[in-house]
Nanobody, 124 residues
Framework: QVHLVESGGGWVQPGDSLTLACAASGGFWHEYTQAWFRQAPNKEREFVAGLSKNGGVRVYADSVKGRFTVDRENAKNTVYLRMNNLGPQDTAVYYC?????????????????WGQGTRVTVSL
């Protein structure tokens, strides 16, 4: 079972950028479909972005399309979520998830492997 550790969260102001990282151990990213989810207070966990096993397919939620980018650095076995033009609506705990599905699934409970989450707060 792959072990995932997120990092990079913090407090930023509206319009700022932030990059989250998800490092994997006990497995390699090319074996897993990867996804980022987020959960704001009193809300359901929602899909943000996903990356296919071979890194060739990226899927984004409409709410982040054009602002967020997901990519992978194989040498570090790390996936990144690069977030630009952040707004208060992006405030949430962000989670990295992985599973062996051949396609990117947008449903949280379909993923077996999760990181501990990293908090992102966007405010003045």
């Amino acid at each position: 079972q792959v072990h995932l550790v997120e990092s990079g969260g913090g407090w930023v102001q509206p319009g700022d950028s932030l990059t989250l990282a998800c490092a994997a151990s006990g497995g390699f990213w090319h074996e897993y479909t990867q996804a980022w989810f987020r959960q704001a207070p009193n809300k359901e966990r929602e899909f943000v972005a996903g990356l296919s096993k071979n890194g060739g397919v990226r899927v984004y939620a409409d709410s982040v399309k054009g602002r967020f980018t997901v990519d992978r650095e194989n040498a570090k076995n790390t996936v990144y979520l690069r977030m630009n033009n952040l707004g208060p609506q992006d405030t949430a705990v962000y989670y990295c998830a992985a599973d062996e599905y051949p396609i990117i699934v947008k449903v949280a409970n379909r993923y077996k492997n999760w990181g501990q989450g990293t908090r992102v707060t966007v405010s003045l």
